[in-house]
């Protein structure tokens, strides 16, 4: 039997087909290497990083309070965020405003790599203060799902982290399980804390806190204190007077302010509330030492417990 011979054309086409595959299979390697993700909120960083393990680097984009008007990224993460594959953010109009202003700069540059995949970790989340239009009035479109601040709930962090692993799953296919399952770990871990939490609040059960910080609502559901907050146009203090008011009509216990709280306010309610007012922090930026998410809970529990005890 001759053996068989293939024809030049069947040659030329098969190597063609193996320097594809050769290529593709190098693409596909480039393509599962570190993502770099861009983070809106700093308290969501290290969720990102606890589903991400090893397979991603971080960088924040914010500094201090997500609602100001004149948001912008951080001119020391502008670099890294024109080479980011993802931005995670949290669905507020204020971060995807001030992003896309950034990446279309670095587009008009010549960006590499197309545009990140956005990964809105708010999906699926329990909000506060869901406002609801009337026939004389409309709600504002920033707010109309509720408080911004919903990851001041600690219950929805684990669907943070879901949210996370699978848009992380979408860029890097051979690691979706990983990530999946580094999410599971992380909402087990929290879940315990959760319970932690919940016992040690229960003395504190009806005890009326006033904050400064309207986000910290969103912490009502771990039960203990009642959480007062200010009212009027979300992401604009009314005048330091109208809380004033407000405050003794609540008939709160004490206040909390937040070390982003403008002086004039924290100074007015020291003089003219006769109540304690207490400084925590409603991030883990301005937490010294804190680089986790349960950080954030851990250090606004004890000073509530301290505040208690006296």
């Known amino acids: 039997m001759k053996p068989y011979r293939m024809h030049p054309a069947w040659r030329t086409v098969l190597a063609l087909l193996a320097m594809g595959g050769f290529a ?8 599962e290497g570190r993502v770099t993700v861009a983070v809106a909120v700093v308290d969501i960083e290290p969720i990102v990083r606890a589903v991400g393990g090893g397979q991603v680097d971080t960088v924040n984009l914010f500094k201090g309070c997500i609602l100001r008007k004149d948001l912008q990224v ?7 965020l024109a080479t980011a594959e993802a931005v995670v953010w949290t669905g507020f109009m ?4 001030a992003v896309s202003d950034v990446l279309r700069t670095a587009g008009s540059a010549g960006r590499k790599g197309g545009e990140p995949k956005w990964i809105d970790v708010s999906k699926g989340t329990v909000r506060t203060n869901q406002p609801t239009s009337t026939c004389f009035g409309s709600v504002d479109p920033a707010f109309a799902s509720g408080d911004p601040f919903f990851w001041l709930n600690p219950e929805n962090g684990g669907l943070i982290a879901r949210n996370i692993a699978r848009g992380l799953g979408e860029l890097r296919p051979s690691s979706r399980a990983m990530f999946m399952a580094n999410a599971e770990a992380f909402q087990r871990a929290l879940a315990k804390d959760i319970q932690r939490w919940k016992t040690a609040l229960k003395p504190l059960h009806g005890v009326k806190v006033f904050t400064a910080q309207c986000g910290w609502q969103n912490f009502s559901s771990m039960g203990g204190p009642q959480f007062l907050v200010c009212k009027g146009t979300p992401g ?6 109208t809380l ?12 909390l302010v937040d070390p982003n709280t403008p002086a004039e306010y924290a100074d007015a309610f020291r003089e003219y509330s006769n109540l304690k007012v207490i400084e925590v922090s409603s991030s883990i930026e301005t937490i010294r030492g804190a680089t986790t998410y349960s950080a954030l809970f851990d250090n606004f529990i004890r000073t509530l417990q301290s505040q208690a005890k006296h």
């Open 244 to 255: 004033l008011l407000h405050i003794k009509q609540m008939k709160a216990d004490f206040i």
């Open 74 to 80: 951080e001119p020391a993460s502008k670099a890294r």
């Open 94 to 97: 204020n971060e995807s405003a």
């Open 236 to 241: 604009e203090l009314p005048s330091p007077q």
């Open 24 to 31: 593709f299979g190098a693409g596909q390697q480039q393509k």
